[in-house]
């Protein structure tokens, strides 16, 4: 498989560079602060005012009409210019190619630009306290009202909804296990939020109640029944591709690498190395899944892969940092990707359950 890259690919990630190193801002405030969050919408509009914040989608939705490949090269220059978490991820890189796939000419027309330019910032809506890793087994509901439905139910561990505007989630319309279920997007306005606050203090998520929200047919993505199918989707770009790139975790692993270069023990410095290999591996890695999927191939069960690694990669960093630094560790800028690494291995669905994903539709064994 061919992975050079093409004079015009060169050409893109100068000119990204180029911006970045102009436009990069200082370390903004947390965005679970009220103060962060509205810092960080302010760095996605100019983002947006620059065709930058969603290269790859249409250029009529705010993007640049950029291959994958060249969202990845974009990816690895933002992140290797210190730039900051994208606040608006759940949109831009979950709900945004869902709504590319499955969304109506009128949906992707009035939702992606104001999600690409930070107007809008989503919140995943999945997870409740009794379905989890099995997300079939949700209870909340969609009752039938004119012009649209009403939600009804309690959704937990939603990401970035103590602030959002919006949410998207699966709710049930009919008693079939699967195909009972049924993608609503909503805005926020009517449903009861409750932060949950994460190791940090902060409220990175939040539980949501539902108590006869009303959302029009408008906000309906796909057909309804279709929601499971939608959602997988979704979930592979989450596993796969989009919400991970490798530029993140190339940008760890070389200040890994630099903080490991004066170790006492040679040992901790090949192990920051190993980490280093792994992460370029894993670029290549998706590099060559991009390549595919611009020739027409799906990811499938195989995106459970990409989970698997880059979650178990970004935690063995972190925690070789913490050894690194010991007594440093809370000062020297670490602590909070060590705190965040934890869940890697626990959102975008448990490792368990990646594994049995593997294991039964990549590699075919017996369940």
Known sequence: ?????????????????EWLGAHAPPPLPSMDTPEGFAAHRAWEAELAGARLSVVSWPEEYGGRGASLVEWLIFEEEYWAAGCPAR??????????????????PEQRARLLPAMAGGTDVWAQAWSE???G??????????????????????????????YATHGF??????????????????????????P???????????????????????????????????AMATTSSERGLTLRSPGRFLATADRLVALARDAADPALADRAARCWVAAEAYRLHTFGVARRIAAGEEIGAAASLGKLFWSELD?????LAMELLGDRAGTAGWLDGFLFSLAGPIYAGTNEIQRNIVAERVLGLPR
């Not at 979950?94 to 969304?103: A, D, E, H, M």
């Not at 935690?315 to 925690?319: I, P, T, V, Y």
């Open 315 to 319: 935690l063995r960093m972190h925690a």
């Open 1 to 17: 498989m061919d992975l050079d890259f093409s004079p015009a690919e060169r050409d893109f990630r100068a000119e990204v560079r």
């Open 133 to 162: 890793s099995d997300l079939a087994a949700l209870t909340s509901r969609a009752e039938p009202a004119p012009g649209g439905w009403r939600l009804y139910g309690h959704k937990t561990w939603s990401s970035r909804a103590a």
């Open 196 to 230: 949950i606050a994460q190791l940090d203090g902060l409220p990175g998520f939040a539980e949501l109640r539902f108590d006869g929200v009303y959302v029009p047919e408008s906000m309906v993505l796909g057909r309804e029944g279709d929601g499971w199918r939608i």
């Open 169 to 194: 989630g699966l709710f049930r319309t009919s008693g079939a296990r699967h195909k009972g279920l049924t993608y609503f997007m909503f805005p926020m306005t009517g449903v009861a939020v409750r």
């Open 129 to 131: 306290p009794e379905a």
């Open 87 to 104: 606040v608006t991820q759940n949109g831009i890189f979950l709900l945004g190619p869902s709504l590319l796939r499955f969304g109506t």
